[in-house]
């Protein structure tokens, strides 16, 4: 059976694939903004040869529906009195020195929230039921309104489901698909889970007609969908639980940036996955990081994914004059269509054009020589913004870099140093198609000392879906203060979470190899925030350090309160196997080296060799300049770096005096 990982991005779409003999192969092709789904079955048509195949694909449906607000008609339900809840918010401002800041306009219009006079207590316990003929009023209201779709969170459901159980029950006869709060996010915090499930709401009808889509294009093969927290679901809960989707992309290049890694005895990393319309930076310390308090377009999202920091810079991303006349680079992107200035279409100059004006990019050997690169069409676009600016066109050129350069080290800074890590202990996994040409500038304004380029960097994030295990969620708000539970209790408290995650794994095809882990969210008592501790014997102590650790210190007279429970259940599937080279000569092979061009470092000229990335071997080493070609991407490596090839074909790039410098 073959196995096709797929990743749509904003520029291209990427493919992984295994064949029936074992084989494995690589594909990328335009990505159809539009309708993301023509990419993702042009590209299964051209890989596949059998009749059957497995397919774990990454979407960015649920993430642009949000930041594009092109989701469904949703409509909001809640107890009377507070269904402008998402609205009022936390009442924070994010840019306070911004006289004209305004927050966004809320998912639901005021039209379509509607409150029910129901009530739960804090204990679970029903207060005040719901009325038949006020629920009866309420549906007739949504179908009048015509909402596509019904988000359902009331107080403290999370204790006593009832209530959202009733509403959705009656809801039924509408055919409409209705989210339950108590479903997506059982924990307190009412702002929080109301925003999740209303992004459920909003994006859950938009992603199951473009995975049925798929789906019947596929007919009895599989689908699954990674998920933001590093596992994969399958199409059917995916289309149900969209929320979990938004990072889906990101996310499996963090779980390849780990599994190759650790493969290569790496642990400590700073992923770089620069592709053509954004850049994703993480921090890996041992085990992927999560994080349970995301935004997206500046909504909540509370349910866990990988810990990710975004920033507008990639291969697309376009170079403007500000109102200042300074130079900036993104966040707009020239995108897949019109693209670039070299490929054709394009008339604003991009990063990518800038490499390839410097010579970074060697046009015959793009995408393996399928696409065409016309770097005579840079000429014209170069020379206006040069004549605005007063420079010369290489000075120009490199500029851009730099700027682009500079945006993307700030985001390595917000994870790294920011939060108390120094880059020099880690090292910087570079991937996405235009890593690349970036990373080894970053390492040494960073002072990081090595870089790890894998094989087919390019189409990392979906090789990281192949690699992914099964991972399905589950969270409860039990608010225990530490001095009345003990060990034994909290542990019986998981029983009903352990019972519900080893069922979803069976329904999602996996029953032997599983693995459990159970977490604490904690905190000292009138802490408005917690931390995620792991459960075991001495989870008192282990809060004490973990709390030291992060905030510099910790009160062990102080009373201690467990907020939520949290358990993973992890289902172990079936994995890729990367076997290793054998050793040999540090020298290059004679066709390994395709010829020599000049390129621009540093505004000057260096002769620079090229090498074909296919023909290295392990132990191969290569002294900067170079550009190291391959299908997925291009390596270039400065007149101060080093290149070696390891057993698994990854280059490790030492950059010279980066831990010195500065």
């Known amino acids: 059976m073959e196995i096709i990982g797929v990743d749509t991005g904003g520029t291209f779409t990427d493919f992984i694939y295994k064949t029936q003999d074992g ?22 048509k051209h890989i596949v040869k059998g009749d059957k195949f497995k397919v774990v694909h990454g979407s960015t449906v649920a993430t642009n529906a949000i930041l594009e607000r092109k989701g469904a008609y949703t409509a909001f339900i809640t107890n009377k009195g507070f269904e402008d809840v998402i609205e009022i918010g936390r009442q924070n401002r994010e840019r306070l020195y911004d006289l004209f800041y305004k927050r966004e306009e809320p998912l639901v219009a005021s039209e379509l929230r509607f409150g029910l006079s129901c009530r739960v207590s804090s204990k679970g316990e029903i207060v005040e039921d719901i009325d038949d003929e006020e629920l ?39 055919n409409l698909p209705v989210s339950l709060s108590h479903q997506i996010l059982a924990e307190f915090r009412e702002y929080e889970r109301a925003s999740t499930t209303i992004i459920n709401a909003y994006v859950s009808p938009k992603m199951k007609r473009y995975l049925y889509n798929i789906m019947d294009e596929l007919k009895d093969n599989e689908l699954r969908i990674m998920q933001s927290n590093g596992g994969s679901i399958s199409a059917q809960t995916a289309s149900e639980e969209s929320v979990r989707t938004i990072l889906s992309g990101p996310a499996g290049g963090a779980v390849g940036a780990f599994e190759i890694g650790k493969m290569a005895g790496y642990s400590k990393l700073i992923t770089f996955d620069m592709g053509g319309t954004s850049t994703d930076v993480s921090l890996i310390d041992s085990k992927l990081p999560l994080t349970f308090e ?70 015959e050997f793009f995408l393996g020589g399928n696409m065409r690169l016309d770097k005579d069409r840079l000429n014209k676009y170069f020379s206006m913004m040069a004549r605005e600016l007063n420079m010369d066109e290489i000075e120009l050129a490199e500029g851009i870099l730099t700027v682009a350069n500079a945006s993307m080290e700030r985001a390595i800074r917000v994870i790294s140093v920011d939060r108390g890590y120094d880059p020099r202990e880690f090292v910087l996994f570079s991937f996405g198609g235009a890593g690349g040409m970036h990373a080894a500038f970053l390492a040494r304004l960073l002072r990081i000392p090595k870089v790890f380029v ?21 969270s409860l708000t039990v608010m225990l203060k530490a001095e009345d539970t003990n060990y034994e209790e909290l542990n019986a408290a998981f029983d009903p979470l352990v019972e519900k995650g080893l069922e979803d794994l069976k329904n999602e095809g996996i029953e032997k190899r599983v693995r459990i882990e159970k977490y604490l969210d904690m905190r000292y008592l009138g802490q408005s925030y917690e931390i995620v501790v792991p459960f075991e014997e001495d989870y008192l102590n282990s809060f004490h350090n973990l709390h030291r650790k992060l905030y510099g210190y910790a009160d062990i007279s102080k009373r201690v309160e467990i907020v939520n429970i949290r358990l993973r259940a992890i289902g172990i599937p079936s994995k890729p196997n990367f076997s290793p080279m054998r050793c040999g000569s540090f020298r290059l092979k004679d066709e390994a080296v395709l010829g020599y061009r000049d390129v621009v470092f540093d505004g000057k000229f260096y002769k620079t060799a090229v090498i074909d990335r296919d023909k290295l071997t392990c132990g191969n080493v290569i002294e900067g300049p170079a550009i190291v070609v391959e299908y997925s991407s291009t390596i270039v490596l400065p007149f101060y770096s080093k290149a070696v090839v390891d057993k698994y074909g990854n280059l490790i790039i030492d950059i010279e005096g980066a831990k010195d410098e500065g």
Request: hydrophobic share 40%; aromatic share 6%.
């Open 136 to 174: 009866e009023s309420l549906v007739k209201k949504l179908e009048d309104a015509k909402a596509e779709s019904v988000a359902v969170c009331f107080l403290f459901s999370y204790l006593n489901p009832e209530h959202e159980k009733r509403v959705k029950s009656a809801i039924e006869r509408l």
């Open 454 to 474: 894998p094989k087919n960097p390019g189409i990392l994030s979906a090789i990281g879906m192949l690699m992914a295990d099964v991972i399905k969620d589950y």
């Open 23 to 44: 084989k494995w192969g690589v594909y990328k092709l335009l990505s159809t903004p539009s309708n993301p789904a023509e990419a993702v079955l042009e590209g299964i």
């Open 294 to 363: 995301s935004e997206i377009g500046g909504f909540p999202v509370k349910v866990p994914m990988i810990d990710i920091h975004t920033v507008g810079a990639g291969g697309g991303s376009i170079a403007y004059l500000d109102t200042g006349g300074s130079l900036r680079v993104g966040p707009e992107s020239a995108g897949a269509d019109p693209g670039p200035i070299c490929y054709g279409k394009g008339e604003r100059i991009t990063v990518t054009d800038a490499n390839l004006y410097l010579g970074r990019l060697v046009p």
